[in-house]
């Protein structure tokens, strides 16, 4: 059965402190794998998608990395603004079908 | 704008009385999905739409309904909720069914008693 996970489930930072967060997943056929932002009482908002192992993409203080079993978003020097919760998803198998993981909640104090 | 907009924003019901959930995006997506989030369990799937009279199940569909009659709107329907139906849900779209990212609604707060 496919299956995605992220850990940690929570993280506290302080300002400028980075750290990684890891979303492991056991699917055939992988299509894409994405990250996401959720801010309190919104939806997800998106940040990248991967195709294929070993690719990377960053965007401003977020970098996301693919393997073939597990991503990784590095958050550097993080800043208040960071403080969200972080969604892994993925599209395997079945077009149209993406499996979520739970999220990570992340906390940035100043 | 381009956006996802869902109707209502918040919704508190009693067991059984059929209700739906409205969903239109104005971004010409062929792709649309309904999603749950409930705490610890991440988010969902329903049931998506590649195209219009297009439907599938995803993870969870028991107990819900859609439709597609047009491109543009994907209501999902309750027929006869129930107390285990609480929860938030999200409507979302893409460009098409492809690893394309979606964009997502606002959420819905859905309370059945």
């Known amino acids: 059965e496919d299956q995605v996970t992220q850990s940690p489930e929570a993280l506290r930072l302080q300002e400028g402190e980075s750290s990684s967060l890891n979303c492991s997943y056991t699917?055939?056929?992988?299509?894409?794998l994405f990250w996401y932002r959720q801010d309190p009482g919104k939806g997800p908002e998106f940040l990248f998608t991967?195709?294929?192992a070993g690719e990377e993409k960053e965007k401003e203080r977020l970098k996301a990395t693919l393997t073939k079993k597990e991503s990784f978003l590095h958050i550097t020097a993080p800043k208040p603004e960071d403080s969200a919760t972080y969604l892994c998803?993925?599209?395997?198998?079945?077009?149209?079908?993406?499996?979520f993981g739970a999220g990570t909640q992340v906390v940035v104090t100043p | 704008e381009a956006q996802v907009t869902q109707n209502p924003r918040y919704l508190i019901t009693v067991t059984g009385k059929k209700l739906t959930v409205t969903c239109s995006q104005n971004?010409?997506?062929?792709?649309m999905s309904w999603y749950r989030q409930d705490p610890g369990l991440g988010l969902r799937q329903i049931y998506y739409?590649?195209?219009?009279?297009?439907?599938d199940k995803g993870d969870v569909p028991e107990g819900y309904k859609v439709s597609r009659k047009e491109k543009r709107n994907f209501p999902l329907i309750l027929e006869s909720p129930s107390p285990n139906q609480t929860s938030l849900y999200f409507c979302?779209?893409?460009?098409?069914?492809?690893?394309?990212?979606?964009?997502f609604g606002p959420g819905t707060r859905l309370t059945v008693t």
């Open positions: 699917v055939s056929g992988l299509r894409g």
């Open positions: 739409s590649m195209n219009v009279e297009v439907t």
């Open positions: 979302a779209s893409s460009l098409s069914q492809g690893p394309r990212e979606q964009y």
């Open positions: 991967l195709y294929s």
């Open positions: 971004m010409n997506h062929e792709y």
């Open positions: 998803a993925v599209q395997a198998g079945s077009w149209g079908k993406f499996q």
